[in-house]
T-cell receptor
Framework: AQRVTQPEKLLSVFKGAPVELKCNYS??????LFWYVQYSRQRLQLLLRHISRESIKGFTADLNKGETSFHLKKPFAQEEDSAMYYCALRGYNQGGKLIFGQGTELSVKP | GAVVSQHPSRVICKSGTSVKIECRSL??????MFWYRQFPKQSLMLMAT?????????EQGVEKDKFLINHASLTLSTLTVTSAHPEDSSFYIC??????????FGQGTRLTVV
């Protein structure tokens, strides 16, 4: 079965501290992995995807197939990073649908 | 990025009535649209996937006669909640994907059934 697990419901850090939002997945194959962000009162938007191997707003995520993880990291958190973060999986030949994790609320305190 | 617009953003309806939610892709052709339901501070639960001109594919546990989905054109999909009840109150989100594009999300519709 396809599943995305984000073990932390809430992650609270101080400004300037490193951040790691955990994501583990279950899928029998090679999925595409994504991170989406939802700022307060805004729509869900794509933050980054594993195939791009890019850094967006200082965030990076590496796909670890051995550990079936796709953790999101940022070395120095900013207050404007406070938001809900969702890890998502898209399977091969699944019609393009995204399966989302439960979400992690990141709160960056001044 | 591409724009997906949902209408209405909020709707209140009486129990037993039906309500229609529209999802439009404004600047691209959406070959596939997805409908999600989101509870407060919880994940998005996929309800169904629709391809233009085809019947929607519903996820397990989602009543197709309750949640009618129509995707009649490449820019419009509608979700109709029929005979709504208070337990249908939720935040409904659509997303649209074109050929060789990622999925873009609408702003969501807050449905309250009283």
């Amino acid at each position: 079965a396809q599943r995305v697990t984000q073990p932390e419901k809430l992650l609270s850090v101080f400004k300037g501290a490193p951040v790691e939002l955990k994501c583990n997945y279950s899928y029998s194959g090679s999925p595409e992995l994504f991170w989406y962000v939802q700022y307060s009162r805004q729509r869900l938007q794509l933050l980054l995807r594993h195939i791009s191997r890019e850094s967006i707003k200082g965030f990076t995520a590496d796909l670890n197939k051995g550990e079936t993880s796709f953790h999101l990291k940022k070395p120095f958190a900013q207050e404007e990073d406070s938001a809900m973060y969702y890890c998502a999986l898209r399977g091969y030949n699944q019609g393009g649908k995204l399966i989302f994790g439960q979400g992690t609320e990141l709160s960056v305190k001044p | 990025g591409a724009v997906v617009s949902q209408h209405p953003s909020r709707v209140i309806c009486k129990s037993g009535t039906s309500v229609k939610i529209e999802c439009r892709s404004l600047d691209f052709q959406a070959t596939t649209m997805f409908w999600y339901r989101q509870f407060p501070k919880q994940s998005l639960m996929l309800m169904a996937t629709s391809n233009e001109g085809s019947k929607a594919t519903y996820e397990q546990g989602v009543e197709k006669d309750k949640f009618l989905i129509n995707h009649a054109s490449l820019t419009l999909s509608t979700l109709t909640v029929t005979s709504a009840h208070p337990e249908d109150s939720s935040f409904y989100i659509c997303s649209a994907r074109g050929v060789n594009t990622e999925a873009f999300f609408g702003q969501g519709t807050r449905l309250t059934v009283v």
